[in-house]
């Protein structure tokens, strides 16, 4: 099955939820990114929250995420589009920590103090909105949780789930995402929450039945309607115009000691890991310089 989200709405209207899977995109981006272990779950969850605000959006709007914490992983970047397109990054890929109790230790890499900055491209042109809290458990799913609550003020739970293969390699990964809208009836949300907290865990469920799966444990005896399933993939908004465009805002000055002292160029996607290359003639055409040594053009 490919990566995909569901959206269900609660029949009675109050309760609106989103459940995800994600293996084959986070499988994918951990890959890229060269990811240990702990980190590759990390990257999962975050992948995975990432999926879900981003169902949230309208068509043409994005959503960030960027949990920086102050233990070895440094930061992590989520970013997501309406249409389903996630990507993701780390720090410090190479991040460990042993397991506590024979779960994984994300706190641990991600740091006990730190914030998760939400930023939210609306599409209606100046800047995007954010909201920022400090993290809460450095849980990914707990924070964005929190971050919800606190500063969206929507009371919201989280469930993120990743697993790895003997190779170390994502091999299940997917979440939910449960909201209690304004007409929200008490009662079900008592029903869902207990529901929540005799889940198996969210991997099995949904390696046995996928996103469509895992809301059905959840749901139970409330009734829902299903509004939406579409895919998640990957994409990478990098290219050599938008990394031409970064260049430009270097003083023409800089950009000649590049060519001096470099020889040109060279630039990464820390997404996707795509190398740019900029000879010296390239830096020069782009900024406008005589290469004879004359001033800008």
């Not at 879900?52 to 970047?77: C, D, H, S, W």
């Not at 800047?127 to 809460?136: A, D, K, S, T």
């Not at 996928?210 to 309607?225: E, M, Q, R, S, W």
Request: with cysteine.
């Amino acid at each position: 099955m490919s990566d995909h989200i569901v959206r269900v709405l609660s029949s009675a209207g109050g309760l609106r939820a989103l459940a995800c899977s994600t293996g084959v995109l986070a499988a994918k981006i951990c890959t890229l990114q060269q990811a240990s272990a702990t980190a590759s779950i990390a990257l999962g969850r975050g992948l995975s929250a990432g999926a879900l605000m981003g169902a949230l959006l309208k068509t043409g709007q994005r959503v960030a995420l960027k949990f920086e914490g102050n233990g070895p992983l440094l930061k992590m970047i989520i970013e997501a589009d309406s249409d389903g397109a996630v990507r993701g990054c780390l720090g410090n890929p190479l991040a460990e920590a042993e397991p506590v109790d024979g779960k994984w230790n994300v706190p641990a890499i991600l740091g006990r103090a730190g914030f998760l900055t939400v930023s939210k491209d609306l599409g209606v042109g100046g800047e995007p909105y954010r909201g920022m809290v400090q993290l809460h458990t450095s849980e990914i799913g707990d924070d964005l949780a929190f971050y919800l609550a606190d500063s969206e003020q929507i009371p919201s739970a989280v469930g993120l789930g990743a697993s790895v293969d003997e190779a170390g390699g994502i091999s299940v990964c997917g979440g939910f995402l449960i909201q209690a809208l304004p007409n929200a009836d008490e009662s079900e949300i008592e029903t869902l929450m207990a529901n929540i907290a005799v889940l198996p865990p969210l991997t099995l469920l949904l390696q046995e039945g996928g996103a469509a799966g895992l809301l059905k444990n959840i749901f139970g005896d409330v009734p829902y309607t299903l509004l939406e399933t579409h895919d998640i993939f990957f994409r990478c908004g990098c290219s050599r115009e938008k990394v031409e465009r970064a260049l430009l805002s270097f003083d023409p000055h800089e950009i000649r000691e590049m060519m001096r002292t470099d020889g040109g160029a060279e630039v990464s996607c820390e997404f996707c890991r795509q190398t740019y290359q900029f000879g010296t003639a390239d830096l020069a055409a782009l900024a406008g310089l005589d290469v004879s040594g004359g001033a800008p053009a």
